[in-house]
Structure formats: C-alpha cells, structure tokens
C-alpha cells in the first residue's frame, strides 16, 4: 500500500499562470473549498513573461472601437477556425476583466486624461493593448497572485500533477509529487480545473520556460477529453537569434506597435512584399502610409509590419532562406533609427535591459537580430464555449490549454485576456459544478497503485538511457519536421521518430533521491512532451491545407471548402491508440456572420 | 569556439553537503544557468537547481556566484576570466532543500500579513482616473519579481536570522511602499510597517538596493519614505503632542 497525503477539496485548479489564479479566486468567492496547485513557487509561472499587453475594446484611445471590432479582428487573425462563441464572449468580457485587474491593484500605463493606455499591436484596428511598459504579465500575475493569498485559497507550490483520477466516467481528483520531497499527495475533488499552458519545450527553439509540457492537455486526453486544432501552432516572427543560449527568448511585439521596423541584409522593409490577399485591403501599401498610420488610423491603413503573426513569421522565413537574412540567421528589427532613446527606455525597458545584458547589443543605438520562435498553442482541450466544461464530467479547462478560443492563429494581447477571460468562467463552471455533486468523491486504491508505479519505475532501471537526451532529441525532431513549413513525407517521418521516443522513454532511467530530483521530474513530463508532440504531428498531417499558424509546404494556401468548415479532434481511442477524426465548426449566429460582410 | 568553465558548485542537503567541482563545455554568449543545465544533462542528472523563464523576468534562479547574489540566467560567462574558478552556492539567509534550492517560504508567509490593496469608490463611470507622474514610483515598485535576493542579503536576517519574526525584509517594505504610495488605496498600513513588519531595524547599509536585478531604488524610494511617514506619525514630538490634546 503507497502512502501519501491526502487532501479534500470542492475544486482543484491545476496551474497558477494568469488563468488558474483567475479560476482559483471565481470558484472560492462563489463558496468552494479550493486548492491551486503549482509546479513551479507562486508567481513564476510562464504568465509572467508576457510583456506587450493585454487586448480589451476599452476605447480610451480610438473611441471608434468595441467588442464588435475586437471581435471581428480575433476571427479574422485565426483565419476564422476560431470557436466563434469564445471569441465573441471574450471581445465582451476582455474591458470589465482589465478595469478588476486595476480595482485589485493593477497599475496600467496612463493617458493624458488618467485613463488606461492602450498601444497598437498586430491585427488590431485599433490601439487596444493596455500594458506596462513591456512587463504587463508580471503585472497581472502579480495582481492576481495578491489578491487570492486573502481569499481563503489553499496553494500547493512546487507540485506536480502526474495523473487525474476518475470515479466512472467524471474526473475525481489527481495524484501528485512534492518536488522537494518526491512525497505523494493524492486529491480527491468534485471537480477540477486545468490551466497548464501550453507545449513550447516538446520544440528546440521556443519562448517558453521550463515547465510548458503540455501537462493540462496530456492530463485531459489521458482522461478521455478531446483536443482540437492540436497542429495550430504559433511561431512568434521576433524571438531573439543570438546569443546560441538566448536563442527563442521573446523579443514583444511591442517593439513594432511602437514603430519598430523588420529589414533584411539590404536594409529593404520587406513586409510590404509580403501582404497576403485576405489582409490587403486593411494594410498600408506604402512607406509613406505605414508610418502615417501610427499617428492617424482614421486616414491611413496598418503597416504590414504588424499583420498578424503567422505571416510575418513566414516572411521572415523566407527572407533568411533566400540570403537575405542578418548575420546570425535572422532579420533586422529596428526600433533605433526610428524613436528616440528616451522613448524607447521609457516603453520598452525590459528589452533594452535584455539585449543589453544578454547580447551587448543596445538597441536604442542598433538594430536587433530575431526570427521564429515557437511561442503558442492554438489548439488545446475541447470546452464549452460558456462553462469551460471539457467532454469529460467534472473536469473543466482554461487559458492555453484549452482549444478554439484563438483558431489557427492567436492575435497578439489576445492571450492574456483569454486568461481572465476564460479563467472567470472556468472557476464559475467548476464551483457550480461541485455545489451541484451530492457525495465527496474517494480515491479507488488500484487507480493510485496503478499510477504511482509508474511514477517511480525509472528508478528501478538505474544505468538505462536517463531523460535529457530523449528530450533534446524530441525537440530536434519537433523543431525540424513538424516547424513552421511543413510537409507530409516530414511528419510521417516525425511520427515514426516519436514512436521511437516512447520506446525509450517507456525505458528511461533515473538514479538518486527522491528529493527535487530534476532527472526523475523530466523523466515523468516525457509523458506529456510525447503525447502533445505526437498529437501535433498527427493533427498536422490531416490538416491539408495551411491556415494560420499550420503551414503545409504541399498544401500552400487555405482550402475553405474542405477544411475551413473543421476542427481536427485527437481523442484516446478504446485500445488506447491516439485517433484522430474531424467535427464541424460551430455555426456563427447570422448577426455576427454581418460583422464580416463589409 | 567551446572553452571549458571549471565550477564548483555546492552539493547537499539540510544535514550535510560539499563543494563538487565540475569542468564543462561551454558555448558563446552562455550563462550561468545554462553551464549547470549542461552539468545536468552531461554529469549530474540530479543536481537540484529552481528556475523557470531563463530571461530575467521571473526571479527563480537566484544563487550566489562567487559569493555574489545574482539571477545564474541573467549571468554572463564572460564576466569571469577565462579559466577562473566559479563557485554557484545557494542563497545563504534561507533553509537549505538541496543543493542550489532554498526554502523560501518564509517570503510568501510574510505575504499573506500585509493587508490587501483596498481602493476607494471609483468615479461614476465605474472606473478610475489615475496620472501618469503619480503612478511611476508605484511602477517602479512592481518591477520587482520576488527573486529575493534583496531578502538574502539583508543583514539583519541573513546574520540574524532570530530576527525573522519580527522583521519583513527589503521586498516587503517595497510592497508596504507601493500600497502607501498606490493613489487609490484606503488601508492604513504604517502601523504594520512599524511594528510587525519592523522598517526601524533597517539602518540604510543599502545592500538589499545594490543586488537587486531589475534596479529598484529599494533604499532611496522605498524604505526611507517609509520610515520617514512612520517617524512622521509616531515620533513628530508635536504631532504626539496634538495628538494628546486634540485626540488625533
């Protein structure tokens, strides 16, 4: 018989980013007993290095603007794949979850007239972004994380949900590891809330921190949930290229809602060679009427600088491939010639403070180096639109984990609030839920026995192959064969390669103590790496078509007849095999179809 | 190019460790962090190291580097002599877990006994009209991304650590600070600055200002205008004195 700790509670929230704070507070205020359980100390979490802004159709700098534009401009930038009813519930609810964020603390930049700033970024008509300078993550983790410590929250730091645990056909609970100690908890909750983020550290070059392996969406899928849009993936056009240590780190597109320009080796501001057809009659054709922009959007069209990021990632792509590239494999963005040192300082203090000490590069005096870098997850677990509800009873998901909010392509600020957005709810679905069950669940023994075993079978086969290079190998893999152009003959051979990987992964072997032991925690989120990576690559071979963030070398160009009407849908098939089908979109309301008729 | 670091890093736990040195390959531009990354991967799959973004903006990675309190990832390579022996230890003021993590719980419990922010009503509109000019010093308060070093380095608990109950540490003050100088918060917290949260033991030495990765001002903006609005009220002879007569 295991022994570990076990705790009691009405609901469980998984992840303590942005959305799980935001859940974790919605559920205790409406009178649940709530825990929020965290893998890495409170406040660290991945939410904290967002830094351009976050999207809500306040007005205070365009009047012109409100939920309908916000709206149209969220589906419009997920090439329409988007669910359409999260958007819609998203550009409504995006204003009262910023204005809270200000009443539990939150200090935004100001305007003239004391209101909250909003700057401009890619594939908004409007200025809509309030921020912080380039630190707005750590402001809103900040804010919900001192807010919930006087809400009656319990905080689980530094532990790891392996597994959930299910009473028939509802989630119950989960078992899970303290780091520092490798002892075993095990929850039993009326229902539970994901809020993991996203699966950036199955790629090579990616902006994400450590802990982004694709826990939530590997916990849901083992416990019979469905993804959808799992091949949607989000390559930020602006990661940093040098350093080789720095390489991937976020360069906020900030810097281009502020003016900065992309250039390649012939100083040329290639984007304007790059305006897709969808995005043409909305964008500047001219030097002349992009810059006029920044200052007057009534008279002037958007720089192509800041369509949205799947394109200008592709251009920058394509510019390094035909030569044009800067010296280490990127392009110019350049923010410099453009603004002044004060301005830049001012604005954009923690990029200047990150080139600064990372590459000595200042970039108020030169040009930065960036191109791709894996950045987002469109695709998550499939949820209802209002309740955050997964296809599984009891279990609820939210933030980037969950699917269909973002389509094949999320607009930058629009994930920050898709966190409180969808965190709110999520808390609300969950709590209401458990108020509604009429027995505490209790854990089944053999369920515990059965995941605990595998937990600790690396450590029976000491001297096998350890995690680190099954992990470097797998990210080479995702990094070159399931990237940002993509193509068949290269994901069947990424599928055949992940199959490799859970060979050895199903044979990995750790050695020591159980004690914040780093070797045996990566052994363990090997599952969850593989199961989102394989998801991926599968998703992303069905998808013949390229839309979005999913780009496919054999299949250019969208096919709206055959694939813009779909979600692809990864379930757990009955022998355990990954299956992958397809659903119709859901059908947006004929007011809202109006949006898109202009 | 690779040139080859020679580290020595602390291995151990709550009841024993020792200094284990490591040679390793190390690449241009590197870290700290990421030369104990490549010790994991290569020689010591279990050394035990917290961190998460590995761009300066999350403070998990806090350690002391040649006797130095620094974030491993916002530590540049080639800052040492090519060579030279770098020592990484964990942060000294808090409980050993094991090797490079701390426990510092003791930050979060702090936390939790500041009151929190409570505004007043906001305009009619429903929301809150704030100037830029009054906001910055707030801001500059919330750059801070609890990386604690300020908390390590402080002397009257990383030498006194009998001290801990009754004194909150730099990072506190600068929350105490922000909530004092937030233009729409009603709470009253200078009873708690003086007392419990004891600013007095701070005497200005300006160590906790001096590590501090993202360069708040700790001492000049926060702490001495807290102690200054705390004497204010508690020690102005002639407001004590008003406040016998007047009853305020």
């Not at chain 1, 992940?498 to 599952?527: C, E, S, T």
């Amino acid at each position: 018989m295991v022994e570990y700790e076990r705790h009691d509670y009405d609901v469980i929230v998984i992840g303590a980013g942005g959305a799980g704070l935001r859940a974790a507070i919605e559920a205790s205020a409406r009178g649940a007993r709530t825990a929020l359980i965290c893998k890495s100390l409170l406040g660290k979490a991945h939410t904290v290095m967002a830094e351009g802004g976050i999207a809500a159709a306040l007005g205070n700098v365009w009047p012109q603007d409100n939920w309908r534009v916000h709206f149209r401009d969220t589906m419009r930038g997920g090439k329409m794949l988007n669910n359409w009813r999260m958007a819609q519930l998203h550009a409504q609810e995006a204003p009262d979850r910023v204005n809270e964020l200000e009443e539990w603390g939150a200090l935004f930049d100001r305007t003239d007239d004391g209101r909250i700033l909003q700057r401009d970024f890619g594939g908004h008509r409007y200025a809509r972004l309030a921020h912080v300078g380039d630190r707005t993550g750590l402001e809103l983790i900040r804010t919900l994380q001192q807010h919930a410590v006087h809400n009656g929250i319990d905080v689980f730091m530094e532990c790891t949900v392996s597994r959930l645990l299910k009473d028939g056909d509802r989630v119950s609970g989960a078992v899970a590891y303290w780091r520092e100690s490798g002892n075993l908890l095990v929850f039993n909750a009326k229902s539970t809330v994901l809020a993991t983020g996203g699966t950036g550290k199955a790629f090579a070059v990616t902006s994400n921190s450590w802990e982004y392996t694709g826990d939530g969406h590997a916990l849901a899928y083992w416990a019979g949930a469905e993804l959808i849009d799992m091949e949607c993936v989000q390559f930020h056009p602006t990661g940093m290229v040098w350093p080789p240590s720095v390489r991937g780190i976020l360069v906020t597109e900030g810097v281009r809602g502020d003016g900065g320009t992309l250039r390649n080796s012939d100083s040329e501001r290639f984007m304007f060679n790059y305006i897709p057809d969808f995005f043409a009659a909305e964008t500047a054709d001219t030097i002349e009427e992009a810059d006029a922009w920044y200052e007057d959007k009534v008279n002037n069209r958007r720089t192509p600088d800041l369509l949205p990021r799947d394109e200008v990632a592709r251009a920058i792509n394509s510019e390094v491939k035909a030569g044009r590239g800067s010296p280490h494999g990127g392009v110019f963005l350049d923010i410099a010639s453009r603004r002044s040192t004060e301005y830049i300082r001012r604005r954009l203090p923690s990029m200047y403070h990150q080139f600064k000490q990372l590459a000595d590069v200042d970039i108020t005096a030169q040009p930065m180096e960036v191109g791709p870098t894996m950045h987002y997850i469109m695709g998550g677990i499939r949820v209802d639109a209002d309740t955050a509800a997964t296809t599984v009873p009891g279990l609820y998901a939210a933030g980037e984990c969950a699917g269909g909010m973002h389509g094949a392509n999320r607009l930058g600020g629009n994930s920050l609030s898709d966190l409180v957005v969808f965190g709110r709810r999520a808390g609300l679905g969950a709590a209401e839920d458990a108020a509604a069950q009429t027995s505490a669940p209790e854990a089944d023994d053999a369920q515990v026995e059965e995941i605990v075993a595998d937990m600790r079978a690396p450590f029976e086969r000491d001297g096998a192959e350890g995690p680190y290079d099954i992990q470097r190998d797998l990210q080479e893999t995702m990094h070159n064969l399931v990237g940002i152009i993509r193509t068949e003959s290269e994901l069947l051979e990424a599928r055949e390669r992940i199959d490799g990987f859970k060979g050895r992964a199903a044979n990995v072997g750790v050695y020591g103590h159980q004690q914040y032991n780093p070797g045996w925690h990566l052994a363990m989120d090997l599952q969850a790496l593989l199961t989102v990576s394989e998801a991926t690559a599968r998703a992303a071979n069905v998808r013949q078509e390229s839309r979005g963030g999913h780009t496919r070398d054999d299949y250019p160009g969208p096919n709206d007849a055959e694939w813009g009407t779909k979600n692809v849908v990864i379930r757990q098939g009955a022998d355990g095999e990954m299956e992958v089908t397809t659903s119709p979109l859901p059908e947006m309301p004929a007011d809202l179809q109006e949006l898109f008729e202009e | 190019m690779s040139e080859t670091a020679n580290m020595r890093v602390f291995r151990g736990d709550a009841e024993s460790g020792d200094w284990q040195d490591y040679s390793v390959e190390m690449e241009e531009g590197q870290v700290v962090l990421d030369v104990i990354h490549r010790i994991q991967a290569t020689q010591a799959p279990d050394l035990a190291v917290r961190w998460n973004c590995k761009a300066g903006k999350c403070g998990s990675c806090s350690a002391e580097i040649n006797g130095e309190p620094r974030l491993m990832c916002m530590t540049r390579m080639n800052l040492f002599e090519p060579g030279e022996q770098i020592t990484v230890a964990p942060m000294k003021t808090w409980p050993l877990i094991r090797d490079l993590v701390t426990d510092v719980s003791f930050n979060y419990e702090v936390a939790k006994t500041i009151p929190a922010f409570k505004p007043r009503a906001p305009e009619a509109d429903g929301t809150y009209r704030m100037m830029q000019e009054d906001i910055e010093r707030g801001q500059e308060f919330r750059k801070c991304i609890e990386c604690f070093l300020c908390q390590n380095v402080c002397h009257v608990i990383r030498d006194h650590p009998e001290n801990k109950p009754e004194f909150a540490g730099p990072r506190f003050f600068v929350r105490l600070a922000e909530l004092e100088m937030h233009p729409l918060d009603t709470e009253d917290r200078l009873e708690l600055a003086r007392k419990d949260a004891g600013v007095g033991y701070c005497n200005i030495t300006k160590c906790c200002t001096e590590v501090c990765p993202e360069e708040i001002h700790i001492t000049d903006n926060a702490i001495i205008p807290l102690k200054e609005r705390v004497a204010d009220r508690y020690f102005d002879p002639i407001r004590w004195l008003g406040s016998k007569i007047f009853g305020r």
